[in-house]
């Protein structure tokens, strides 16, 4: 999920959510067609009860929620403005007609519940590690289920730290329960932050430990996965040769031995959750572009930044291997945008998960509806409402496609996303 590290940043944090998923020429020689073959067909998965209608809330960098203005607070008036803030939301959501919240639990190498693993996350308190008084992910579960809405837990897998600013560093140092000092060994920085090494099988070991402690004391409706599985920049590279050479014999290059280790991890997740609650819902929500087509023939019609290619990702395969109760691509572009047209990667999606028995959920921009851009000006005609209608309607029209999700929570509350609210609330509203 486009995310970012500073709150005073968040008009660029819109740009930057693009170049998370960013448009690119392929100029590079494509790599060897690995079409993974089909199953055999099943009938689609009848839909139980309403499509989903949900919206991503985040707390990395408190971007949808603590308010930035309670951490400064006193204890007891921070917990209440934190709880107070929180409730609103779901109330404004209900009115909306959203049925279903994926809160952001694990931003990084923290958490917001009391984890026997993880320490306190700082964006509830300003330091990590640091008890805010009370179970944010309970107060959630117990909110949301009270409005009959569904909560999903959504963890950022390997993610450590938003930067790697000395002060972070002694932060984490000063923090005995971080993992930054209990495995000093599989951390490393990729995109200018500290992340766990994803070849190491015991950090995807410990990474499912989390989970599992989430499933097994909280009624969490499902676990959800970002899109953060390998990250990197190209000014910052992760460097896990050693890595490779340890764990990679066998494979025939680095890349496939990556995404090897990206599977592991889902398996691993997805085999543990049903072990301890099968009926704990369990997906990803991957980049919208699986494979250009003129990497690989089973493609879509795109030129986007391909999840398979750069975060060593085959979202495709979980599919196919029944790995995932749902998958929510980001599909973050309008009809118009000929390099990842919405129609056409939704349709995409939805031809993917036919003969299976994985639901199609589909991430939609929410967060670009009233951002003006040269690339995407359907963002800004009539307040967004027109493109909105349209990718709404496609995801009704589309029997595969059984929900859409917003991304983000508080770019409802943001001025230019107005008309587009009302809008929402006519149609899913009660």
Not at 362 to 383: L, M
Not at 394 to 420: C, M, W
Request: net charge neutral; hydrophobic share 35%; proline share 8%.
């Amino acid at each position: 999920m486009p995310q970012q590290s500073s709150a005073t940043t968040v008009k660029r944090f819109a740009a930057l959510a693009g170049c998370a998923l960013l448009l690119i020429s392929c100029t590079s020689k494509p790599p060897q067609s690995l079409v993974t073959p089909l199953p055999s067909a099943k009938p689609p998965v009848a839909q139980n009860g309403e499509p989903v209608r949900g919206v991503w809330l985040t707390t990395v960098s408190r971007l949808d929620w603590p308010p930035i203005s309670s951490v400064n607070a006193s204890p007891n008036i921070r917990e209440n403005m934190q709880k107070q803030a929180l409730t609103d939301k779901l109330d404004k959501l209900k009115s909306l007609g959203v049925n279903t919240v994926f809160f952001q639990v694990k931003p990084d190498g923290t958490a917001l519940w009391p984890s026997k693993i993880l320490p306190w996350s700082d964006t509830l308190t300003g330091t990590i590690g640091e008890d805010p008084g009370y179970d944010p992910l309970q107060f959630m579960l117990d909110e949301a289920h009270k409005r009959g809405m569904k909560v999903h837990a959504w963890f950022n897998p390997y993610r450590v730290s938003t930067n790697t600013r000395p002060s972070t560093v002694a932060e984490l140092n000063r923090t005995p329960s971080s993992v930054f000092v209990q495995h000093r060994d599989w951390i490393r920085t990729a995109s200018d932050r500290f992340v766990l090494d994803p070849g190491i099988p015991a950090a995807r070991d410990w990474i499912t430990s989390i989970v599992a402690e989430v499933v097994t004391r909280y009624p969490v409706d499902g676990v959800q996965f970002d899109d953060y599985f390998y990250t990197e920049t190209p000014g910052s590279a992760l460097n896990d040769s050693q890595t490779f050479r340890e764990y990679g014999q066998g494979f025939a290059s680095k890349a496939d031995w990556r995404r090897h280790n990206t599977q592991q991890l889902i398996a691993e997740v997805s085999r543990t959750i049903k072990q301890i609650k099968p009926n704990v819902e369990f997906g990803v929500s991957p980049a919208g572009v699986w494979r250009n087509r003129s990497h690989d023939p089973a493609g879509s019609d795109t030129r986007g930044a391909a999840a398979y290619d750069e975060s060593y990702a085959d979202t495709r395969q979980w599919v196919q291997q029944g790995l995932l109760d749902y998958i929510a691509p980001q599909i973050y572009w309008p009809f118009s945008r000929s390099a990842a047209r919405y129609d056409v990667l939704a349709k995409w999606w939805a031809d993917v998960v036919k003969p299976t028995n994985t639901r199609l959920y589909i991430g939609i921009a929410f967060y670009k509806v009233g951002e003006p851009s040269r690339n995407e000006p359907d963002w800004t005609v009539q307040g967004g409402v027109p493109e909105l209608k349209k990718q709404l309607d496609l995801n009704d029209s589309v029997p595969q496609i059984q929900g859409t999700i917003l991304f983000r929570e508080n770019y409802l509350n943001a001025p230019q996303t107005q008309d587009a609210v009302s809008y929402l609330r006519s149609r899913w509203g009660s």
